[in-house]
Each structure stands twice: as structure tokens, then as C-alpha cells.
């Protein structure tokens, strides 16, 4: 046993042997593996290893839901000076000056293949002001995209399989823990009420004697 373990053990048997009076706290076995298991460092920070586990897990999860997401431009202004060929073979230098917009409403979705499935809608808005004031909208009304890796890596897979398996490796480190606390407890525990006895036998024995 190590000495922080003894250390800690000690604590412990203090804190939960207080006498009041004629009156003193008496645990079973099993509350002193439970108390030991609920308040060892590692016990806790194995805890903490799995908490971060299911995090992760949880995250892995959520990645895979349908994202919504909303998109604009706002109108931007250019101005520039065009070329344009006439049929007698000159070019007219002619100045133009327009405004374009954009917005768009796009549903993605990521499969557990590594493909992506999305759906998608669109506006796209063009303001001339020179040389002729005029106004054209584009929509593209419904879009829908499908892409999926043949020959490629897939990281979703990968990354399903990671998270479960880190997850996994914690919980088992956990148990394996708490099962180690208990045992190293059960044998402190024995050992205490032996001591116990013979200290009761040897009182007797001085007695009598």
C-alpha cells in the first residue's frame, strides 16, 4: 500500500469515528468501501474521465444532426468602366455602376457513410444603376446536392468508432478502480477487526490477571 493511500485511509477512519459522548458513528463494510469510493482522488478522477468521455461522444452525436443555416450579402456597390466592341470593329469605353445581393436558406445533413445530403434555397439580386437603371432577380427555388467519398478516408467512421471506444476505456477503468479501492478497503477493514480483538483480549486477559 502506498503511503498516500495509508494517508488517505486514515483520514477517512477519522473523520467518520468521531464519538459524541458515549455515542460513536459505526459503519459496515459495505458504507466504508462506498465512502473510500466516493472520495479517493482516483476514484474521481476516473469519474472525470468518463464524464469527459460521454462529452465527447455526446458531441460526436450532435455532429451528425441536420444544421440549418441562413445566409446574406449584403448589397455591394462597384463601379467600373466596361469594354464593348462595336461592329464597326471600335471599342466603347462605358462606365457601369451595379449593386449585387445574395441570400440563401441551406439544410445539411452528415451520413454515417461520409457522404453529405443537403437541401437548399437561394435569391440572388443584380441592381444596375448605369448606364441603364434596371433591376434582374435570380431564386433558385429548391436544390438538392448529394456527395459521397468512394475512394477516401472516412471520417466519420473513424470518428464514431473512437468516441465509443475512449468511452468505453473509461468506463472499464472506472469499475476496475472502484473494484480496487474496495478490495484494498475489504483487507483494512479485516485487518482493523482483528486489531480490535486482540486489543479487547488483551484488556481482558490484564483484567483477569
Known amino acids: 500500500m502506498t503511503i498516500r493511500t495509508t494517508v488517505f485511509l486514515i483520514l477517512i477512519f477519522c473523520q467518520f469515528t468521531i464519538s459524541y459522548a ?3 458513528l459505526l459503519l459496515s463494510l459495505d458504507d466504508v468501501i462506498r465512502i ?3 472520495n479517493s482522488p482516483s476514484a474521481r478522477l476516473a469519474q472525470m474521465e468518463v464524464n469527459a468521455s460521454k462529452l465527447d461522444y455526446t458531441a460526436f452525436k ?3 444532426k441536420p444544421e440549418l443555416s441562413l445566409s446574406a450579402n449584403l448589397p455591394g456597390l462597384s463601379r467600373s468602366i466596361s469594354n464593348i466592341n462595336q461592329d464597326d470593329g471600335s471599342i466603347l469605353f462605358r462606365e457601369q455602376s451595379q449593386a449585387i ?3 440563401g436558406l441551406s439544410l445539411f445533413q452528415q451520413l454515417g457513410t461520409g457522404g453529405n445530403l443537403f437541401v437548399s434555397s437561394s ?3 443584380i441592381f444596375n444603376f448605369e448606364p441603364i437603371d434596371a433591376t434582374n432577380w435570380r431564386t433558385s427555388i429548391f436544390e438538392v446536392g448529394f456527395s459521397q467519398p468512394i475512394f477516401q478516408f472516412n ?3 473513424w470518428n464514431k468508432q473512437n468516441a465509443t471506444i475512449n468511452l468505453n476505456l473509461a468506463l472499464g477503468e472506472y469499475a476496475v478502480e472502484k473494484e480496487r479501492i474496495a478490495l484494498e478497503i475489504t483487507d483494512i477493514f479485516f485487518d482493523a ?3 480490535q480483538e486482540n ?3 488483551a484488556n481482558t486477559n490484564v483484567l483477569n490477571n
Open 193 to 195: 477487526l482483528i486489531a
Open 199 to 201: 486489543l479487547l483480549r
Open 22 to 24: 458515549q455515542d460513536s
Open 155 to 157: 471520417q466519420v467512421k
Open 62 to 64: 450532435a455532429g451528425l
Open 123 to 125: 435569391t440572388l439580386g
Open 36 to 38: 473510500a469510493q466516493d
Open 101 to 103: 445581393s445574395r441570400v
